[in-house]
Each structure stands twice: as C-alpha cells, then as structure tokens.
C-alpha cells in the first residue's frame, strides 16, 4: 500500500486512550509520517492551541473532555483554533447537533463507530484543502472590500431578487447625498428618477449580459437634494457570503455630456457663421465690386448714373457693414471652455 508522503501536523483532543490509539494508527495506516500532538483535556489542548510555535493543520476534537463538554467546548476551540479545520468525533449520531456544530465553526463531524482509517484519511485531506481554500477566499475577500470602500468612485453592491443596496462605499455616499444607513433601506430604483424607473426596469429585464456577467449602460440618477446626474454604469456578478450579487461602479459624466452638448452648439453657431460668410457677404461684395468697374471704365458716366453708383454703393457698403456687425456679435457669444477632459477609449462604447 502506498501511504501519503505529505507532512501533516494533526492534534487529537480525545480523553478516552483506547480511542487515541485507534485514531493515532488509522493515521500511521494512511499516512507514512504524521506529525500527531495529542491532549486530553481542555486544558492541555489550549497550551497547544495558544503556542505560537505549533504549526497544525487540522484539529480533531471529542466533545466529552473532563474540564469541557458540547456546544461551550466548540466554542472554545474555535475560537482559540485560529481558524484551523476542526473535525468533531463523537460516538453519538446525532443529526441535529451535527448540523449544529457546522453552523457552530466545525469543518466536519464523524461518528467513531463507523470510522475506518480511510475515512478519517480522507476527512484529512478534504478538510486541510477545504480550509485553505477558504482561507485564500476571505484574503481575496478582503482585498476586495478594501478596494471596494476605498475607491474613489461610488460602488454599490444590491441583490438579485430583491434590489436592495446591501453594500455602498464611501465615495457614493458623499457623491449622492444619503448616509450609509438611508442607502440600506433603500433599492436601486430609488436613486432613479421616477419618470425613468420603468424604463430602467425593462432595460434590467431585457438588456442582455455577456458571459461573464458583465453589463455596462448610460443611465440617469437623482440624488437625494432632486440633483438628475447622468451616469455610466459598470457592473459585474461577484459571490458574497455564499450569494450572487451584483457590483456596480457608478461615473459621473454629467459635466462630460455638458461639456460635448457646449461644443456641438459651438460648431453650431460656427457653421451658421461660415455660411453666413460665403453666401449672405458675397452679394453685397459682389455689388460693390461691379459698381466700382463701373467707375473705373474709360467712358464718361452721365453725372445721372454716377449719382446712382454712389447710392447703390452706400447702400452696399452699409449693408456689408451690418452683416460683419452680425458675425461679429454672434462670434462674441460663443465661449469657449477651456477645461481639458479624459474622455478614455471610448470606442467599446
């Protein structure tokens, strides 16, 4: 038989010696060399649990020691345990308590009657994996909350079903007004004009996700003072104790959709400008130009006619005059802000 080269560090609490003998060598069975501290009280199993200088890997606990018994005995450990796998064994099948103890901080639970040296074996493994994947989960988990609270743009985390915000950080609490504890009372609906909610709903309905979850759209928000905002919304599907939620971003470009509306109105008023120079200027130049070849010919002009002349090129200088007047006016109306925006790669949009 090929045993488990692997180091395992095990601790069995366990008072009763017949049992440690019989746990001690279902372990050596499957297991070339085990590191096994055992402890038969309370007591002995806090020195080792407290020792800085134990390093476990899985905890094996009775739950009928001299010093302290059940549900307190549970307690204890886990909270001394530091997090460890701590697999119950008890002689007793009770499927009450077992479910219990798992709701308690048990990683698992095994009647000593039916145990055999591969299943203690194989609640080992399961256990001291199962552990450190959780482990990895809540650093992982950690990193993103602190991500979460510290980004410098609203985030908000809602459920499914039901649409209540569950999670906000920071940025969108001082972005829209309400206080951390309002935006728990509320759903996502209500930052959401009312004009706009049924629209927003449909679109939520309708509006597909790629695969991974995704989803981004333009969107109009109102803040608590009544303040309608324009928003882009990124969103993706995360696990959250054990729920799919989803986890939003919220971008502000209000003041970008102002600022490209002010340039459209600009262009606006520039084109207006340019055909007002190539079409409405060129008539009367053109007049002033054929009155001047006029005078300026060899031949005498009746005194008659170049009284005419002279009127109709007033008439065309005043003209001229009042059209770049009305270029000039409409040319001072037009400001230009000069503030510079990031707009990004917008071409995914």
Known sequence: M?????????LIIED?????????????????NPNIISATNFKEAAEVLLDGTQKL????????????????????????????????????????????????????YLIKDELTALT????????????????????????????FHLSPQPMWIYDLDTL??????????????????????????????KEEVVDFMKILKENPV??????????????KDGTVIEVEITSNLISRIGKTVRISLANDVTERLNYIKAIVDQNEKLREIAWIQSHVVRAPLARL????????????????????????????ADELDEIIRGISEKASKIEIN????????????
């Not at 000069?338 to 949009?349: H, K, L």
């Open 57 to 108: 890997d899985i905890i094996f606990l009775d739950l009928s020691l001299p010093d302290k018994k059940g549900i307190a005995l549970i307690h204890e450990i886990v909270k001394i345990g530091k997090k460890r796998p701590i697999v119950v064994l008890t002689g007793y099948a009770d499927i009450q308590f077992s479910i219990d103890s798992l709701h308690l901080g048990v990683s698992d």
């Open 120 to 147: 203690l074996y194989k609640s080992v493994r399961y256990n001291i994996e199962r552990g450190k994947y959780l482990l990895q989960l809540e650093q992982s988990e950690k990193r993103y909350i602190d991500l």
């Open 2 to 10: 090929i045993k488990d080269k692997s180091t395992y560090s095990i």
């Open 289 to 316: 130009m054929g009155l001047i070849k006029i005078l300026d010919c060899d031949e005498d002009v009746p005194v008659k006619d170049k009284h005419f002349v002279y009127t109709e090129l007033l008439k065309s």
């Open 164 to 193: 209540m915000f569950l999670d906000v950080n920071d940025a969108a609490t001082a972005h829209y007004g309400y206080s951390y504890e309002e935006f728990l009372t509320m759903n996502i609906r209500d930052i959401r004009p």
């Open 16 to 32: 009763n010696p017949g049992d440690l003998y019989i746990f001690q060598e279902y372990l050596r069975d499957q297991i070339l």
């Open 210 to 223: 790629d695969k991974e979850g995704k989803f981004k759209g333009f969107f109009k928000h109102q803040k």
């Open 338 to 349: 000069n503030t510079t925006y990031d707009f990004g790669d917008t071409t995914s949009r």
